[in-house]
T-cell receptor, first 117, second 113 residues
């Protein structure tokens, strides 16, 4: 079955530290990749997405992610985190199969990021 | 642009009772999704509508869950009867088309006692 895994469940960093959150998926074909963020008390928001083209994707608030097809990975990075980045981060994958693509997203279990001021 | 609206935001019921959640997607979005997010897990798709037709309900526990989108706009998700394991956040999302970004509502947090 198609699946998405996030390796880090809970990450604690100090402000200005660098961040990398891992995401791997289980399918070798074409994929659309997303990172969503959920700030405390708020709804899920899109950070960035990859459909095709340059595998290094830049999103909002200084986040970026790199799609490495050979490793089935889409890791999220930020060079210097801020206290306001404290949130839960979800990797999600859409597995399109031509005309049967329903746009369905399969989510990882999420990573809670806590940034200490 | 108004976002996806959901109500209620919180609901507490006892097991075996019934409950309904409402979702109003972003105007013009033909595709609507209901997800279930259990604490500590990522959202899991329950059902997907394209206009007023069901596209995917393979993960919906049909013996107790039902959903409709009669006029292709608002949608209602119902649970009858509820079980303890239904305690979760129920998220509604909508999108213009299958290849576009899904926009999520604030969710309804259900607690079943």
């Amino acid at each position: 079955a198609q699946s998405v895994s996030q390796h880090n469940h809970h990450v604690i960093l100090s402000e200005a530290a660098s961040l990398e959150l891992g995401c791997n998926y289980s399918y070798g074909g074409t994929v659309n990749l997303f990172w969503y963020v959920q700030y405390p008390g708020q709804h899920l928001q899109l950070l960035l997405k990859y459909f095709s083209g340059d595998p290094l994707v830049k999103g909002i608030k200084g986040f970026e992610a790199e799609f490495i097809k050979s490793k089935f990975s889409f890791n999220l990075r930020k060079p210097s985190v801020q206290w306001s980045d404290t949130a839960e981060y979800f990797c999600a994958v859409n597995f399109p199969h031509g005309s049967s693509n329903t746009g369905k997203l399969i989510f990882g279990q999420g990573t809670t990021l806590q940034v200490k001021p | 642009e108004a976002g996806v609206a959901q109500s209620p935001r919180y609901k507490i019921i006892e097991k075996r009772q019934s409950v309904a959640f409402w979702c109003n997607p972003i105007s013009g979005h033909a595709t609507l999704y209901w997800y279930q997010q259990i604490l500590g897990q990522g959202p899991k798709l329950l059902i997907q509508f394209q206009n007023n037709g069901v596209v995917d309900d393979s993960q919906l526990p049909k013996d107790r869950f039902s959903a409709e989108r009669l006029k292709g706009v608002d949608s209602t998700l119902k649970i009858q009867p509820a079980k303890l394991e239904d305690s979760a956040v129920y998220l509604c999302a909508s999108t213009l088309s299958l290849t576009r970004t899904q926009y999520f509502g604030p969710g309804t947090r259900l607690t079943v006692l």
